[in-house]
């Protein structure tokens, strides 16, 4: 099991003098003292709308917002990542979720071929520091980047400015970075991920949610991945299960990203919390059993099939 | 009649502990105690200019803005919404009335098919503390946003940072969410409105108002409302009673959304002013017996018709 | 003669405890003591250019800008509207004046065809207190907004920000709302007009000023008028008398506008200033008589034609 | 040789009470005691790049930016007029120049029909105040407005806060204000060109540079500007003097502007520094006699011509 | 070699008393004591996401972002050249390297037929002084704009104030000034490189890059290079190399901008990084010795073979 000791973390320069002992226990809280980050994705309310949480192949369960910080108290996860109205409403009753506040977000109403993307900051830096003063668990927060969109520019502002903000305040940051947009022809090229990956290590963030690449030139997305995760350097890159698939083929692919192509953890959302509480809580732990602790995949599995268990 | 303890309310986490007896006092104020939100309308002068006070089939009464604070003062409401200029302007005389400030607003000259709807916030926060530094008994604040529309980030910007700072004021949140733009094929679409009461969650709204979904399948718009209260969680769903129609259709409606849907409240606005001084005081009586006290539809029909009275 | 007593005067509640006695000394210098609003509008060399100040048919005393200032000096106004350096250029040498500071305005060069209009501030509502600060006797300020313009929702934006600034420091504030760009078919239509005469009620102005409706079905522009004045409510209606006319259709008019109309003053511009200066001093008498002294349109002609005077 | 006492300088209420010493002194420095303004343009190196300082025609000496500056410092100038980047380079080794500074440039790369034209105001207020606090002798700003342009709003407003800002701290200001845009016709227009002159006025300039007219119907330009002089009332006119021709031509034209147009200056930029050292010196004393002195146009070639001086 | 003596910095006057002699140590640590800037320029990760780090013709160190700081720690450069939240990541590991904060920045994602180049701020000022008071070893800032381009309004903004913050805290500024957009037909025209330089300079930057020029008119870059370091007057022109071609090429092409073109100094990123650690390093000497030490090429190349080594 990797672990992380305090001193070796590689505190950015960012963070204030005053804040140096907070970004390093928020950044031990949100990998569980590992260097690794198990990101419980739960910002598709506003991303998508109610299409993650309502339909066919979906448990019942998730139509209710609570369902999401149920499973994050009772699973095993890094931080949970909301927006902060989402967080707001619900973190008195679960204080113990580490939260990262995701600061912008968009619906996926307006499509590509009508505008480019632009998700907007919803709210002022100060507002965070308002939930951490009146005692939310707030261990970071995240914001998205579309590179490649003609809106790019905006996106890029104010997540650099947000990367500032939080480190002198001692939070850690998470950057999605998507390239999209009429300019962007294959957004799963392995290539334009590695830049995506350099793009988030150059505005400060600490790490950094790719998508997967798609397999080429009879290398595996897990092999392609490794591109990203040395142009990321310090930055440490997290990546998304893929789609829905089987929990088999997804906590293989998990494992492939960290131990093949080096990422440092996952951000994993509707392949959680589309299950049923128990389903999705054993999902969680096993999840966070290869990125935490080095599990292996047969281990992971028997961990989600609740024929083991896994805390930390 | 649903009655909400002052221990039961369930205080956001951005409401500052300063605020927090405030917010408490609000809350309970605008739902009069049960958590149910009657929202008198009072912002169509500038959404609809003067269509909805003019003309055939409209009381004269409602030519003149008195009428407005009239009905607010001698009916049954929870809060009277308006703009800041309005509420300005007649708040003195109607002291006791509960204000919730229309932060923005924008008039129906520009069509959907000439540009993508825009409700720009029309002053600052501050002015609104003005205003209750100066004695007006303002309990919160409203805002609409168009999702779907390629302007839909401004909105969702001005409205996440003015829930930050009304929470943290101790003001409560109603957020208008309508689905609109060149994007939007159907704005009643159920899924979509789910989708969109979610969104005001997200950005920490206290209640949502979004218009009635279209029967569909087989399903009344009441039935088909149920994914809409359930995505917003703890933000209550507030919903309207669609377009005018007689009173018995009109709170028959109500009652379903309330008990089938899972509404907590209902916003009005025409289908009350249109109507001459006496009626229309009748009418929020009748909608509050619905809204604020469980009442059947037959209960609240005598109190419209004048043959029985309802009072808090 | 219309006489308001200080304790009648409705104060918006928008108006600061501190600012309440010089909002009150404001709005009773303005109007004269009498509620009724006689607005000199100076604002033209922006709007318009030279147009309305060098050619056939203007008096050549109008090329020069101290003509304005000697009008409203002689003459008897209400206020003299004109952009904050044009004031602060003039206003030493006349003193007693009463400035009505307009914060916005454009050229007239880009056409309706070409962009839709926007008309921006022009500085910051603090630039306005400094000329008070400096002695100047500002005692409001006023804004243009063009509804249905494309650009709308900045106009609506910060005029109502400045209304709230202006309130709260005393002053009173008088809008332009025109109804103007591609959307706008009719720009004098008498429902319309109302539409916008509301508009600035809701913003929370205390005067508003519109054009004259056009006649319509057997309905003069004065009968058309009562809708919006009504529409108003305690945001006192303020009209122009329409192009030049000669001065008996043209005080006639502000008569009827007053007495059928229900408006509750006049803004003239280029009907006074294009005169002589004897000739516009009498005008701005005989229109004073008629808006502050319910004069009868002969005792006004006999003014404006030297067989009278006029004082208050 | 006008003279203008210091009791006779109009000062605008903008000016605070605290500046008021200060802006009497620097109008007297910027006018020389005389009330007209001689501006050296030297904020071409953004506004036409390096064309007017190399190439067929122009004094190598030019190619170098101090040359602006030596011209100014051995020369008879108001003001020197450049960017503040610039000016803060030399000024230290010319710390006897009265300096303007141009606030906003744009270069000319973008032509009209590509786009209207907008130059930003390329720093903040505080910038020039630092520039004095560090010793710089600043009298004053300088700002471009492009009345016309489908961004004329942006100018206007930047403009306009501008010079409130500079009046209350002391400062001069001087307006060039040019039609241009898809919108206008005739840039040169002498109606067109007073509306621009009363323009500034109304946003609170001390001196306006007008393009000088095209000559019409048997008119002169000198006697066309004559509308655009009264239309700036208080606001000094300043015009250029049109382009490179011989020294006669010129100093004729700038004397007709100033006797027959009513022009309070001049302002001129390549037609003085393409020219050698020597040249370019005693150019600006033959403008500077007439501009300042009243001088024949026969004096100034005399001194243009080294066959006479010019001090001050 | 060329040695620059304190007293003879030309200190530019936005730069406040108290920062003097910060500045006067940021200068002359930049350029090594000599007034020459050897800049190791490492924004490449954003502007050129990964293709100049990873792929054909690079060296597998490259990959990692550790690669640019070893350079910069082993090598002689006079700054090195990134993005805020870059340095952030790894100053705290190489101290002494000096730092120069490249403020803005955009990928190559949206080519120019789809819209011109903008490069957005990143962030505030006070978060590059946020590092300062952190320990890390800044010496300036940069920042591009590309001339030209319909934001071209956008970028000079904000260089502008920029470099009045920098100046105003005692840190020197290179701006890079690229003419790009629809509107420039040919980037590398020397005449119009020279307009570059030249707005450099009036924006106050202390230096500026440029490109090298095309040859023409049987002319060499070199020769045509002199127009630009003429028109940057105390802006010392900086020039990359041209494109990768071999190291004697290179050099000789470095030393005849300094000797020939009047360049005070180089601007290198990939000719650099994309060689191994050791013969990146040679390479920095290389140059160094060129720009800072007046090294013929012979020695310069000498030393890139390691037949010599060169130290300050």
Redesign the interface.
């Known amino acids: 099991m990797p672990v992380l000791k305090r001193e070796e973390v590689?505190?950015?320069?960012?963070?204030?003098?005053e804040a140096r002992e907070t970004y390093l226990d928020n950044y031990l809280k949100a990998t569980r003292g590992t260097g690794r980050l198990m990101l419980f994705a739960c910002?598709q309310?506003?991303e998508?709308?109610?299409?993650d949480?309502?339909?066919e192949g979906i448990d019942p369960a998730d139509?209710?917002?609570?369902h999401l910080f149920q499973i994050g108290d009772q699973g095993v996860i890094g931080v949970l990542a909301?927006?902060?109205?989402?967080?707001?409403?619900?973190?008195?009753?679960y204080p113990d979720i580490n939260y990262l506040i995701k600061v912008n977000?968009?619906?996926h109403?307006?499509?590509k071929d009508?505008?480019d993307p632009?998700?907007?900051?919803?709210?002022?830096f100060?507002?965070i520091l308002?939930?951490i003063?009146?005692?939310?668990n707030v261990v970071g927060i995240g914001y998205t980047i579309y590179?490649?969109?003609?809106y790019?520019?905006?996106m890029?502002?104010e997540a650099?400015?947000l990367?500032?903000?939080a480190?002198?305040a001692g939070l850690i940051v998470c950057l999605w970075v998507y390239?999209r947009?009429?300019?962007?022809a294959d957004e799963k090229d392995a290539?334009?991920l590695?830049?995506?990956a350099?793009?988030a290590?150059?505005?400060?963030?600490d790490f950094v949610k790719v998508n997967p690449p798609n397999a080429k030139d009879g290398q595996t997305p897990a092999q392609l991945l490794h591109?990203a995760s040395?142009?990321?350097?310090?930055?440490g890159l997290v990546c998304a299960g893929g789609s829905t698939v089987d929990a088999q083929t997804f906590l293989t692919q998990l494992y492939q990203q960290i131990h093949v192509g080096g990422a440092r953890g996952n951000a994993t959302g509707r392949n959680i919390h589309q299950r049923s509480l128990a389903q999705a809580v054993r999902l969680t732990k096993a999840i966070s059993a290869i990125t935490l602790a080095d599990a292996e995949v047969a281990e992971a599995l028997a961990i989600f099939e609740g024929d083991a268990d896994f805390t930390l």
Do not use: W
Not at 48 to 51: E, K, M, P, Q, S
Not at 82 to 93: H, I, S, T
Not at 181 to 184: E, L
Not at 230 to 235: K, Q, V
């Open positions: 590689k505190v950015p320069a960012g963070v204030s003098a910002d309310k506003i998508h709308l109610n299409d949480f309502y339909g139509a209710l917002p609570d909301g927006q902060r109205g989402l967080v707001a409403a619900y973190a008195a009753d977000s968009k619906t109403l307006v499509k009508q505008d632009y998700s907007p900051q919803l709210h002022s100060e507002a308002e939930l003063n009146n005692g939310v590179i490649g969109s003609e790019e520019s905006q890029m502002a650099g400015e990367i500032a903000q480190h002198a390239p947009g009429k300019a962007v290539h334009l590695a830049g995506a350099g793009t290590l150059c505005l400060g963030a591109q040395m142009a990321s350097g310090r930055c």
